[in-house]
């Protein structure tokens, strides 16, 4: 095994049990810029590929142990490497070979003995395309983000809340445990834009967002922007009482934040209001019956005063 690359150029892992060819084709593709892993077998090709992500693999079809064809099937079925093209050497030029090829996952193939113009032009070409696709995803991944992001505050938002709400529904009703519920408003919050102004006001929801999603520590709860100066939080696979408990620090954070609210009539910082529901889901309810439920906790937590959590 040989490894000699840099971290701003194409990385190209050529696969062959062959160190002759294998030495031609490492010096034909430094030629063209292209930087260079080696392997001398298809496991050795497999580790490095995880260690790596190459942009691009030559892989020899015909190798003892593990040919290419095994090692491409396998390539396909790690993750971390489905969007590897992998570029066929082989010396079988019969259409069973091809289509073997192809059926393993292979992008392209060429034959021996190597015709170097038409590789140099395939290997641009794939690399090329890779490169692009990268570029898609990347975009793609974050146009998903933003279609799920609220600009102002950085949590999820409405559109967020329902296909999760929808989705933990689901899988709690599988499970029969319950889901919980809360939906917090900040107290005051037009008193505070009409004597802040509402840049102010944004930063204000920054800060109140950011202190809630701090306090949640587990992977699968959720923050969102609910609407407004409105806050929710799902907590799949919580009770009534960690919900609460988690509602009071919710509302004790905000105050610590010390943000001026010296027209509020319950404080003289800004402070918010909880309310919390949790439910087993049946087959009958749904999970807006919980979002009801919440809403008019909350309600009633206004009604109590402001300030505080409340549960139904």
Request: aromatic share 6%; charged share 25%.
């Amino acid at each position: 095994m040989k490894t000699t690359f840099a971290e701003n150029e194409s990385l190209i892992l050529i696969v062959d049990d062959e160190e002759f060819i294998r030495m031609q084709l490492r010096l034909a593709l430094k030629r063209e810029g292209y930087q260079i892993a080696e392997a001398q077998n298809g496991r050795e090709a497999l580790s490095l590929c995880e260690q790596l992500h190459p942009d691009i693999i030559l892989l020899d079809a015909i190798m003892p142990d593990m040919d290419g064809f095994e090692c491409c099937t396998r390539l396909q079925s790690l993750e971390c490497n489905q969007d590897i093209p992998v570029l066929m050497i082989t010396g079988l030029d019969d259409q069973v070979s091809v289509d073997r090829a192809f059926e393993v996952g292979a992008i392209d193939f060429v034959t021996k003995p190597i015709h170097w113009p038409v590789l140099r032009q395939r290997v641009k070409r794939l690399i090329s395309q890779s490169q692009l696709q990268k570029l898609l995803e990347s975009a793609n991944q974050e146009l998903q983000r933003l279609v799920r992001v609220d600009q102002l505050t950085q949590v999820a938002n409405r559109r967020r809340f329902e296909e999760y709400l929808d989705q933990e529904w689901q899988r709690m009703l599988r499970e029969q445990l319950p889901i919980s519920v809360i939906i917090g408003d900040v107290d005051f919050f037009k008193l505070y834009n009409d004597t802040y102004g509402h840049q102010v006001g944004d930063r204000c929801l920054q800060q109140v967002a950011q202190a809630i999603k701090n306090t949640i520590k587990r992977p699968a709860d959720l923050v969102a922007r609910y609407g407004g100066e409105e806050f929710a939080v799902i907590l799949p696979h919580t009770d009534i009482e960690g919900a609460m408990i988690l509602a009071q620090i919710i509302c004790s954070v905000v105050r610590k934040l010390a943000i001026p609210h010296s027209n509020s009539p319950v404080s003289s910082y800004v402070t918010i209001s909880t309310g919390v529901a949790t439910l087993i889901p049946t087959l009958s309810s749904n999970s807006q019956e919980l979002v009801g439920m919440a809403d008019r906790a909350l309600y009633q937590a206004k009604t109590a005063g402001r300030d505080r959590a409340q549960f139904i």
